[in-house]
């Protein structure tokens, strides 16, 4: 079983930038996929970038250049880096992790999520 917990969440300008973290435990980190994903109020939850095992990435075209995923598999850790941002952009951000070199863009593909972490953009 693996917890996750993510932080970093806030309120941030429109062309700010922030940091989001996910602290993996109770599983070997390594072994997992892992993804952001991001849900607005009204809206259905939408995928944001893959990470694998070994650190190659892809990311949701809405943020591609933008935001950079990366993990620290001796930390058990994710990261999302946001860079300017849009008011768009606001969401709720939940990491997840599921088995597999690398997941899809379906969040059912995952198996852990966490609680979730709130971001707001003003514009």
């Known amino acids: 079983q693996v917890q996750l917990v993510e932080s970093g969440g806030g309120l941030v300008q429109a062309g700010g930038s922030l940091r989001l973290s996910c602290a993996a435990s109770g599983g070997t980190f390594s072994s997992y996929a892992m993804a952001w994903f991001r849900q607005a109020p009204g809206k259905e939850r939408e995928f944001v970038g893959a990470i694998s095992w070994t650190g190659g990435t892809y990311y949701a075209d809405s943020v591609k250049g933008r935001f950079t995923i990366s993990r620290d598999n001796a930390k058990n850790t994710m990261s999302l880096q946001m860079n300017s941002l849009k008011f768009e952009d606001t969401a709720d951000y939940s990491c997840?992790?599921?088995?597999?070199?690398?997941?899809?863009?379906?969040?059912?593909?995952?198996?852990?999520w966490g609680q979730g972490t709130q971001v707001t953009v003003s514009s």
């Open positions: 997840a992790a599921g088995r597999g070199y690398i997941l899809g863009r379906r969040d059912t593909e995952y198996t852990y």
